[in-house]
């Protein structure tokens, strides 16, 4: 028979006591144990908040302050003090929402949209690119500024960019302001994409708010399927490859073999993808069961067909945000501007000039950086329209550059989004000069198989650039692929020794490469499974999560950004 003392017995032999302190622990910041969707204190603290949430359903304002002070203890939990930081920009981004929306004078409006733009770009400069640039200047001329102490807060860039897209979507006509600052303060706050997206438009979760609360069955079926999912991703599948062995190789990758490192590159990719798609599975999950939908973030990156179509599937909601409030303000296809021109002619004279200082070592970073040169002004001189596809491509590269300095503060960064915008505007010039067929043959599969086959190796080879931890780590791993021989032999005995971590990865890209329809299968028997059933496989993968725990829970990759 179970009884209180046995149920408390089984807690102690396998959590340990509780103390006093333990429970303090769960409400102070401690920068080492952040407050984690894939924690045993997330689901309980979640479990007691929803509770709560189910009996305010029917009120509004009473449900929403609930959720925004459950919002601003999850960052605090995340970021310490710095959540303060997030309730200071709210408040100055709301009033300068208003003052736009009741202006009258469009220059004026423009100037209050100038000054907000500043604000929020200035902030984050500050605590995100400052040290980067004291550095570049100290490079550059010689200088002796010292480095200043500054805390990175979690996820600053992604509720900048929303918040951002309020205020531009109100200048630009598209929807009304929130009636309060209560309203826009849940918008900006909503905790289950407040750290690492997916990066929620205000037409979009604005018109939510008003609607009346309406959780199906379907919607549960949904949420749980994407919570057990993600939890399987991020815990079991990217947490175990990235500490036992992409974290390792990346850090010394010329104390590992060539194989070790290709290997590596290809963890890497899965790991990332595992890490930011199971946060966004979970994030959506939450919101769904809170009665908010948010869009899809990822589609099966891997099976992109092209460049193009990669970025139509990889953090859509980042890359739907930066060509709706980038590319198009700098011009889109339509003109040139000078934000432009600049960024692409700054970073093609950056690489020619690294070309030639270290053309007396090697005459390989010359070729690169001529090459690269030479392909991007091909890309727009072969087409039969020059200056539109010119400016199109221009305005590319920026956008591309940009997205790659808002990852992070460095050259690698920097070159991870320069390579992405190259293939996108070589890829351009190819369907126009080579447009394709639609009919389904032989050949269109094998080509399409091709493609997909090209298109992931080129994705991975960018991916060593975004994860090295500088550019010279990163030249370091693709020099060391660069000797790779054929010896099965040693390679054998390499993925017997990391047996745990291949099979990983192969688990990882098999689910990733599933056909749609034995995912709609697997969906099609959890959503008619009994609810009992449900909670029972939720509480197993928890059991996972908590059993494959290595040195404490891994923060998401994105976090950093």
Partial sequence: MITVDSINDWFVQNFGALTLEQVKGWFIYNPEEKLLFNTGLFLGLFLVFYFVYAFLRKTFYLRLTYVILFSLFFYY????????????SSVVDYGLSQIIYNETVKSRKKIYLIISVILNLGLLGYFKYMNFMIVTYN???????????????????????????????????????TKNYIEYLFFVSFFPQLVAGPIVRA??????????LNLTKED???????????????????????????????????????FENLMASYGYAIQIYCDF???????????????????????????????????????????????????ISIGGNREG??????????????????GITNSAESIIPLVIAVGGIAVFCLSFLLSSKLKQTMVTNFNLFTTMLLGGLWHGAGAQFIIWGALHGLALAVHKIVVELFPSKKESNGFSSIWKFFSILLTFHFVVFCWIFFRAKDFD??????????????????????????????????????????????????????????????????????WIVYAT??????PFIYFQF
């Fill in 549 to 554: 725990a290595v040195a404490g829970s891994q």
């Fill in 77 to 88: 939990k995340s970021s310490g003090i710095y959540f303060l930081l997030l309730l200071v």
């Fill in 277 to 327: 798609s199971g946060y966004s599975d979970m994030a959506i999950g939450i919101a769904l069961l809170l009665g908010f939908k948010l869009p899809a973030n990822f589609r099966t990156p891997y099976k992109s067909v092209s460049i193009t179509d990669f970025w139509r599937r990889w953090h859509i909601s980042l890359s739907t945000w930066l060509k709706d409030f980038l590319y």
């Fill in 203 to 212: 037409k979009d979760f604005l018109p939510q708010i008003y609607q009346k």
């Fill in 337 to 354: 501007t000078f934000a432009g021109f600049l960024f692409p002619s700054l970073f093609f004279f950056g690489l020619l000039l690294w």
């Fill in 473 to 542: 780590t990163a030249i370091q791993v693709i020099n060391n692929i660069g000797q790779l021989t054929f010896e099965p032999e040693h390679w054998q005995t390499i993925i017997i020794g990391y047996k745990n971590v291949f099979l990983l990865m192969l688990f990882g890209y098999v689910w990733h490469f599933l056909p749609e329809t034995i995912i709609a299968k697997m969906k099609f028997v959890f959503d008619n499974t009994p609810l009992i059933g449900k909670a029972i496989v939720l509480g197993f993968v928890y």
């Fill in 220 to 258: 549960v079926n949904n949420a749980l399927f994407l919570i057990i999912g993600g939890l399987i991703k991020k815990t079991v599948i990217s947490n175990y490859i990235s500490v036992n062995f992409v974290d390792r190789v990346f850090d010394t990758p010329m104390s590992y073999t060539s």
């Fill in 139 to 177: 490079d550059m001329f010689h200088g002796n500024f010292e480095l200043h102490d500054i805390f990175l807060p979690v996820g600053i860039s992604f509720y900048t960019f929303q918040s951002m897209s309020y205020i531009i979507e109100i200048y630009r006509e598209e929807i009304k302001p």
